[in-house]
């Protein structure tokens, strides 16, 4: 099955190299706008194909999309990514423009196609696809819970100085510094709740540290992360491409769900071959309630600069 990823930047390249290396896509096409940019990193990505031992076929394209035509899947991390201090909301007035166009031209190739929004401000970019592409709400995912998710667990064995393996933790609510909500109710240490292990104030730390993920990361390589946001999305194209129906907290269109509507967050839901197959609906503490319609709130807040 075709997988076509729309921006090789860092995101889209890590994102491609992941794909390619775990052999599960007969092909990901590569797609960007700056002129040789695409065919280039997939030339380089195809000539590490006998050193890595994957058949998957890369190839890459300056923007010609008859190339994505039968994608099952796509991925959007064309855009702008941020700069040490902005946050992922400032980004949203060059980053629409590119979205909408981009989706305009992958659904008109593939009409079946699920896409998988990474571009930043994220929420509310899966918002605009959902609300200018046309496409079935189960076919529009959000890529955030998987990657901050990735970064809570990181966080909690660091604070429990463990193994990454024993630890369990998700992140839903929003994409962004404040509005991110690491379930630390729900974490566990090989099954056992981590508030045994941990004081109020490791469990702070954790948490902090988790929202401001990206921006530590920012800071530290002048731009936004690539390997972790592209493993993170590799985890998804594979649950969609084989059916593997993983539950991974994704932002997705709400009806009702987690009290909130007509707007996109991150929520825990079963990914498999008909891209979101179910909502997961898990029960929050009061406070993580509350969190969380706050979180709501910002989103929409940024979702009205949008315009169709
Ligand atoms: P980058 O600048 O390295 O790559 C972006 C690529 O998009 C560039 O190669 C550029 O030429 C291309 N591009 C721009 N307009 C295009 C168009 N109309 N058609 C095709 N290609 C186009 O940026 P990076 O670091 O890869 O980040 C990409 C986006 O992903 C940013 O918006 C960033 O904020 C976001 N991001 C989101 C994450 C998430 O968890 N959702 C995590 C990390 C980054």
Excluded at 89 to 108: C, D, F, H
Excluded at 205 to 219: C, F, H, P, S
Aim: negative net charge.
């Amino acid at each position: 099955m075709k997988v076509t990823v729309v921006g090789a930047g860092a995101v889209g390249a890590s994102c491609a190299e992941y794909i390619a290396m775990k052999n599960f896509a007969s092909e990901v096409v590569l797609v960007d706008i700056k002129e040789g940019f695409a065919e280039g990193k997939a030339m380089d990505l195809m000539q590490t194909a006998s050193l890595n031992g994957f058949d998957t076929k890369v190839t890459g394209t300056t923007a010609d999309y008859s190339k994505t035509a039968g994608s099952k899947v796509a991925v959007i991390t064309s855009g702008i990514p941020r700069k040490p201090g902005m946050t992922r909301e400032e980004l949203i007035g060059i980053n629409a423009g590119i979205v909408k166009e981009v989706t305009e031209n992958l659904v008109k190739h593939s009409p079946d196609v699920i896409i998988i929004v990474v571009s930043n401000p994220m929420d509310t970019m899966a918002y605009l696809v959902h609300k200018t592409s046309g496409l079935a709400k189960n076919k529009i995912i959000g890529m955030g819970g998987a990657l901050d998710s990735a970064r809570f667990k990181y966080r909690l064995a660091e604070a429990l100085e463990c193994p990454i393996s024993d630890v369990d933790g998700m992140v839903i609510a929003a994409h962004s510094d404040t509005g991110m909500l690491p379930l630390m109710s729900k974490a566990t240490r090989n099954g056992v709740p981590v508030t045994e292990f941990l004081d109020a104030e490791k469990q702070a730390y954790v948490e902090e540290e988790t929202k401001v993920g990206g921006a530590t990361l920012t800071k530290l390589l002048g731009t936004s992360a690539w390997y972790a946001p592209g493993a993170a999305v590799s985890v998804m194209v594979q649950s969609i491409l084989c059916d593997h129906k993983k539950m991974i907290p994704c932002s997705l269109m709400l009806d009702g769900e987690y009290g909130e509507s007509d707007i996109c967050l991150g929520v825990p839901a079963i990914i498999g071959k008909d891209g979101v197959e179910k909502i997961v609906e898990i029960s929050l503490t009061d406070a993580e309630k509350e969190k969380f319609a706050t979180a709501a709130k910002a989103v929409r807040e940024v979702n009205g600069d949008l315009k169709f």
